[in-house]
Every structure is written in C-alpha cells, then in structure tokens.
C-alpha cells in the first residue's frame, strides 16, 4: 500500500486502522513503511482516508506474497479456499483429512497480529521436515517449499512480510511429544509468535488428549467442533 | 483457515461466543452447495446473530458491514463460507435442533467453549462423530503481543486485521465523549470481513477495559 502524497490532508485517521503499525507520521506527512506493510488491505477498507490518498499499486513476485497470506479476500490458487489456510477440520466430515488416531498440526507464524517474515516460516518449517511430517500438500506455504528439507525453493521469499502464514502437516497422534519439542525449541529463535492447533477425530466423544498432556501442554477451553452433520452428503 | 480458532478470554467472557461456519469441501459437494448454504444461512437468520457474513464474493459481506441477513443470504455461491455469531448458549441449542432436523447434509462448525457445545449438541440429539480443532495457545516471542484485555477483542478476528491500535485509539474516544462504546464495537466488527467478529462481547470487553482504568 501507498499513501499518494498529493492526494494526503495529513489528517491521521488512517493510522491506528493498520494491523502491524505500518503507517508513520515523521516531520508532517505520513506514509507506509514497505518493509512493515503486510498489504493485507486493511487500511483501504477501512474508508477511514475521505480524500481516496490510500492505493495499492501492482504487486510483483515476491511481494505478491504479501498481499495473498495476508488479505483473506483473496482466494488461494493452491487452495481453492479465502484465507491463509485449508478447509482443514471444517468439512472433515466429509473430506476425513484427519482420522482417529491421526493429529493435524497447525502452526499459524505471526498470530495473533503480530506478523512474520517469510524467513521465520522457513526456520519452523526446517526444524519440522528432520521429523519427516506429512506438510499438507494444499496449502499455500507447502506449495513454497522443499518438502523434503523445509527449505523455501525460491530464497528471495524470504525477506517478505505477511500477517499470518500456515505450517500444516499430519503426524500420528503417539509423535505428538516430540514434535511439541520442536516446538518449544524453535519458538525460541523466532522474532513472531505462533498460534499452535490441532485438528483431530474425537473416540467415544471424547477429545484425545493423553499425548497433549504428556507433552506439558493444556488446550483452550474453547476451540472448533464439526458437528459431523455433512455425513449425508454421500447418499443425498 | 483457523479464523476462529484461538479466542482468547475467560471462561465468563467466552460463555457470551459462539460461532457457526457451513461450508461445502472443494473438492467432494461443492457443485450445486449454494441451495444448501443458503437453507443453512436461514436457519442461522432466523435466530438474530449478532453478527452473519460471507467473504467468498471477494467482497466483505457481513452484518457488521451493514449487509442484511436477506442480502448475505441471496448472494450465497456453492462457494460461500457463511458465518454466524451468537451470544447464548439457549440460541445455540435452537439452532443445531433446528439444523439437525433440517437434515441439510452440509459441513457445519461450531466454535465456542467445548464443554458447553458438546453439552449442547447431547441436549438436541447430535452425536457426531466430532472433529475438533484445540488451541494450545501462544509461543515464540510473546512479548510482542499487546495486553491481554486487547488481545481479547483483537483475536475475535482469526484473521488479524482487527489492530490493537485500534483497540487503543477507540478507547481514548470513548474517555473522550467522542463516540459511544457501541460505536466502537461497530467500527472494530467492521474491520472483519467474514462476519465472525462478535460485536456484542465487544461491547462488554471495552465497558471492562474502561472499568478497570477508572
């Protein structure tokens, strides 16, 4: 996103509308820092700016990025789906992506709106391919990389700045520990925050959750339930 | 997309949020979905959601962006992802009865706090089988993250693109006499572009902010 300086009053009503502080005010004009800008759009739908200052030229590889992990309107080709994710557990009901017995991993890099570079997503991704975890082939960040080293393929991703970006990969649910380490260890070299979920099968009801205890970690209270009602759909 | 996962918040604050999602998969009951979603959506308008929505248009469609549930309703594609947001367990209740009975054959999602749904969906004969999503919470540098009762507000959009500044600018409003603090939860609900930001638990969480600064 650009501020047209021509165009710009210098009012200031756009500034506190922008996720990750992007728009600065320095010796009276304002702008937007490229490097923070995630282009998630925010600012221009906010219609907070009244003279029409605030545009979005053509984005190029690799700053496109930018604006596909980080503005939910726009649909993933790889995806099929808006947002910065897969259909994961929302129509497992009828995909049955997870079964019993089988974790989702779901690493989200930069939330809660924080944001990320591209390189962190990388260092998380590095550290989770030596398990040798099955990344979900339909989501956007496996499309990026080397699935087999976690390594972006083109490196020039790298120095891109998204709101969020997804790690997500299945493993069985006995793995769990060990990948909760990696967890732990890697979070400790990051510059962001990551947002860690896990998308499973309940047994007899249940949540299984003996594997997430022993790795010393305790769910929210609250979460996502599919309710299991698109079970018809196969006979209707 | 785990837009609706992570909520932070209380046990008391959470017991006022609940989000429904229907959508079709891609790749299995996608053609002809939109007849579906939209008999979903109906059942879901019926019940005066706090908030409703679809982004899948590529246009920001919600209640809180002054969509009627007859607009969001009609311009629902086999592709939508319709949304919406209730503020008692009781509707919850009336809604999945109604959804169960309706028989519809779609995917549906509810997020809220697990207990409480699960308790829900027993009380109206729903018994799965669940998929769930946890949240195990937040790691890696956290000392970016802004105070908790902001954070509380801000992840009501999974997507992040409700800002903390926001949060913190409206509140001086607000001390100010310049807006209302239902305004404030209006503009923040704006920000969503999917409809599952909760306006109403908004409302609550700011009157708690500007309590406790008093």
Redo the contacts between chains.
């Keep these: 996103m650009l501020i047209d300086k021509k165009k710009c009053v210098s009012c200031g009503a756009c500034l506190h509308y922008c996720p990750v502080g992007a728009i600065k005010f320095e010796k009276g004009v304002y702008y937007i820092n490229q490097d923070i800008c995630v282009e998630c759009g925010v600012c221009i739908r906010s219609n907070a700016c009244k003279v029409g200052a605030i545009y979005q030229p053509e984005l190029r590889w690799p700053r496109v990025l930018r604006s596909v992990f980080s503005d939910p309107l726009l649909v993933h080709p790889q995806t099929d789906v808006p947002g910065r994710g897969t259909e994961e557990v929302k129509t497992n009901d009828v995909t049955h992506r997870f079964k019993r017995g089988e974790f989702g991993i779901i690493i989200e890099v930069g939330r809660p709106g924080v944001g990320t570079y591209l390189e962190d997503v990388e260092k998380i991704a590095k550290a989770l391919a030596v398990h040798n975890v099955e990344f979900e082939p339909k989501n956007p960040v496996t499309y990026l990389l080397d699935i087999k080293t976690g390594e972006f393929k083109d490196p020039a991703v790298k120095k891109e700045r998204v709101l969020s970006a997804i790690i997500e990969f299945k493993i069985k649910e006995e793995d769990f520990p060990k990948i909760a380490e990696t967890l732990k260890e890697v979070s400790k070299k990051i510059d962001t925050v990551i947002s860690v979920g896990i998308a499973t099968v309940c047994k007899d009801g249940e949540i299984p959750l003996a594997t997430v205890k022993e790795a010393g970690l305790t769910p929210r209270i609250n979460g996502k339930i599919n309710l299991g009602l698109g079970l018809a759909w196969s006979y209707k | 997309?785990?837009?609706?996962?992570?909520?932070?918040g209380g046990?008391k604050s959470?017991e006022g949020?609940y989000v429904f999602?229907a959508?079709?998969?891609?790749?299995?009951?996608l053609n002809g979905a939109a007849q579906k979603l939209k008999e979903i959506a109906k059942i879901f308008a019926k019940y005066n959601p706090v908030n409703m929505g679809d982004?899948?248009s590529?246009?920001?469609v919600t209640m809180a962006r002054g969509a009627s549930p007859e607009k969001i309703i009609n311009e629902i594609s086999d592709?939508s992802?319709v949304h919406a947001v209730y503020t008692d367990k009781e509707t919850v209740k009336k809604v999945?009865k109604e959804?169960?009975e309706a028989?519809?054959?779609?995917?549906?999602?509810?997020?809220?706090?697990?207990?409480e749904?699960?308790c829900a969906?027993k009380e109206v004969s729903?018994?799965?089988?669940?998929?769930?999503?946890?949240?195990?919470?937040?790691?890696?540098?956290?000392q970016?993250?802004?105070k908790e009762e902001i954070?509380d507000i801000?992840?009501m959009c999974?997507?992040?693109?409700?800002?903390?500044?926001?949060v913190?600018?409206?509140v001086e409003k607000i001390k100010k006499g310049e807006i209302t603090v239902d305004e404030a939860a209006k503009e923040l609900a704006?920000?969503c572009?999917?409809g599952v930001f909760n306006p109403a638990r908004a409302t609550k969480l700011l009157r708690e902010i500007l309590n406790k600064e008093k």
Excluded: W
């Excluded at chain 2, 959508?23 to 009951?29: G, L, T, V």
């Design positions: 997309m785990t837009h609706t996962l992570h909520r932070s046990k959470l949020d999602l959508m079709a998969s891609r790749e299995y009951n982004m899948s590529g246009q920001p592709r992802i999945l959804l169960k028989d519809i054959g779609m995917s549906v999602v509810v997020s809220g706090i697990f207990d749904v699960f969906c729903i018994s799965g089988p669940f998929s769930v999503d946890l949240s195990l919470g937040i790691m890696g540098k956290t970016l993250l802004p954070l801000t992840t999974g997507h992040g693109l409700v800002s903390r500044h926001l913190a600018h409206l704006k920000q572009v999917c």
